[in-house]
């Protein structure tokens, strides 16, 4: 049974986390921080049994100053207007099953549906986290010989950047979960099929290390767990679609920062050579008065060695 929710003027970030890592927690406060200043910037999703968790990551070619890292958190009863708008969409325009994605968005057909898709994602009640982190910081990460032993054996022989994308993920993963669930609620995480999840045993491995993070962030019991791929999808493509909003969203961040740092003045400008399917993501990102809020942060290194800034962002259009 899940516990009673917030009220609407409650904070709805749990403050009272248990950090297992710093950077989590620096990400934790600076979202805390937000929610001060803006009582409305998180959804109250303490309501229903069974969360469900999308996420999608860009920017791992050597051109990007920084990877992407994009998470959608919602809950599954409250969805059914986005359902029937998306839905609404396939059967007037992409009759063929095509696969909404930002590096689809050469396609003219998809390119049409692109503003109606995003519309559409505004009637989802939750939050949609991207957190780009700069990849001189993401380069300090390292495992000693003692450390890789204590991963699952199924996981010790990977390489190491697919461990520390990995990490990323089921850091950043728990942390939203776990800021926004309540007692007992269970969660399905659906991910990209990329190398961390690219085969069934890739996806048992971490479903298991996932499970073992999660359980050490939140600070209440946790429901049943399940984590899989978008092949799980029955053949609607409703776990498709919504899988495609991080997809965007991680793409076009990607994009902007592959030619420019985040600037000082925490604004990402859209400048001219910024791609015209990064511009209308982005202008939707910045929208914040929609049922699926938004937060986008920055990760760099401190001005102290071994020290972490960690930053949201603005955005605006040149």
């Known amino acids: 049974m899940v516990s009673a929710p917030l009220d609407d003027y409650s904070r709805r970030w749990n403050t009272r986390l248990n950090f297992v890592w710093g ?7 600076v979202i ?15 309501r229903e049994p069974t969360l469900l968790l999308f996420s999608d990551y860009s920017g791992q070619h050597k ?3 920084y990877e992407a890292f994009s998470f959608l958190l919602t ?15 396939r059967k007037r325009v992409l009759k063929d099953d095509r696969r909404i994605s930002f590096k689809g968005m050469n396609d003219g057909r998809k390119r049409s549906v692109l503003i109606p898709f995003l519309n559409a994602a505004n009637s989802i009640p939750g939050l949609i986290m991207t957190i780009l982190i700069n990849k001189g910081y993401s380069a300090r990460f390292h495992l000693s010989h003692e450390e890789r032993n204590q991963l699952p054996t199924s996981l010790q022989s990977w390489p190491l950047n697919v461990i520390r994308k990995l990490t990323w993920i089921s850091h950043f993963g728990a942390l939203v979960f776990a800021g926004l669930s309540a007692s007992r609620q269970n969660l399905l995480w659906f991910t990209d099929e990329d190398e961390i999840a690219a085969n069934a045993g890739r996806v048992t491995a971490v479903t298991s290390l996932a499970a073992g993070i999660i359980s050490r962030y939140v ?8 984590f899989g791929t978008a092949s799980c ?4 493509l409703f776990i498709e679609d919504f899988a495609a ?3 965007l969203v991680a793409g ?3 994009e902007c920062c592959q030619r420019r740092s985040v600037s000082s003045n925490l604004s990402l400008k859209l400048a001219n050579e910024t791609s015209a399917k990064t511009r209308v993501i982005l202008a939707w990102v910045a929208e914040d008065t929609q049922p699926l809020r938004r937060i986008s942060l920055s990760i760099d290194p401190g001005d102290k060695e071994g020290k972490v800034k960690v930053r949201a962002l603005d955005f605006m259009l040149e």
Do not use: M
Not at 23 to 29: D, E, L, M, R, W
Not at 233 to 236: I, K, T
């Open 63 to 65: 051109q990007s100053k």
């Open 75 to 89: 809950d599954f009863k409250t969805c059914r207007l986005w359902d029937e708008l998306r839905t609404e969409i």
């Open 219 to 226: 600070p209440h019991d946790l429901g049943h767990f399940r």
């Open 23 to 29: 950077v989590t927690a620096a990400i934790s406060n």
């Open 233 to 236: 999808d029955n053949g609607d």
């Open 245 to 247: 909003i991080p997809d």
């Open 252 to 254: 076009a961040l990607a």
């Open 32 to 46: 805390s921080q937000l929610e001060l200043g803006r009582p409305a910037l998180l959804p109250n999703l303490q």
